[in-house]
């Protein structure tokens, strides 16, 4: 079934730097979405971004979607150790949404 | 602090057993959501209830019953459990009109089959 892409696969960063992940989508969509999960839990909703939005920011966070493309990308800037988890988007092709396989950040301090 | 409650963590069961997962939500929510997830996987959909009594299969239903028989609670049964049904098992709810399809997600419980 559709799902987002993300990529990459894994990312490895030092404390301070910015990381950027991509995601890529397949059909047409009213928003995407942004999830964390930290090692062994549940996800958590970051942030969702509307068909007729090319930008939003929520603290250190920013994500950009380009429909015409077809994918969105989640920027989070200053990074710290705290933020090393896996971040999902998905996307609600019908009722239930469908996740990509993730992009696993780590930080090191 | 609304909260989706997996009564447990982690299990390990025998082969062949019937298994319970129980999920419960405090947010009056309509929509309820079983995802499993795997390494290489991602979150796959087994089941998702629109309300009380109602359920639809999502993609990886086979060898999985849902139960929903109150709002607040959605059950995923294993009824014969087998070895690759090991993995984290999450549910999801979420408000049926909320224009944007927000979940919110339990701590996961991952369920080893021996």
């Known amino acids: 079934s559709q799902q987002g892409e993300e990529d990459p696969q894994a990312l490895s960063i030092q404390e301070g730097e910015n990381a950027t992940m991509n995601c890529s989508y397949k059909?047409?969509?009213?928003?995407l979405q942004w999830y964390r999960q930290n090692s062994g839990r549940g996800l958590v909703h970051l942030i969702l971004i509307r068909s007729n939005e090319r930008e939003k920011h929520s603290g250190r966070l920013r994500v950009t979607l380009d429909t015409s493309k077809k994918s969105s990308s989640l920027l989070i800037t200053a990074s710290r150790a705290a933020d090393t988890a896996s971040y999902f988007c998905?996307?609600?092709?019908?009722?239930?949404?469908?996740f990509g396989k993730g992009t696993t950040l780590s930080v090191s301090s | 602090d609304v909260k989706v409650t997996q009564s447990s963590r982690y299990l390990v069961k025998r082969t062949g057993e019937k298994v319970f997962l129980e999920c419960v939500q405090d947010?009056?929510?309509?929509?309820m959501f079983w995802y499993r997830q795997d390494p290489g996987l991602g979150l796959r959909l087994i089941y998702f209830?629109?309300?009380?009594?109602?359920?639809e299969k999502g993609d990886i239903p086979e060898g999985y019953s849902v139960s929903r028989e109150k709002k607040e609670r959605f059950s995923l049964i294993l009824e014969s459990a087998s070895t690759n049904q090991t993995s984290m098992y999450l549910c999801?709810?979420?408000?049926?009109?909320?224009?944007?399809?927000?979940?919110?997600f339990g701590a996961g419980s991952r369920l080893t089959v021996l």
């Open positions: 059909t047409s969509i009213n928003n």
């Open positions: 998905a996307t609600a092709p019908a009722t239930a949404l469908i």
């Open positions: 999801a709810s979420r408000i049926t009109d909320s224009g944007a399809n927000v979940l919110t």
């Open positions: 209830s629109y309300d009380v009594k109602m359920k």
């Open positions: 947010m009056d929510h309509e929509n």
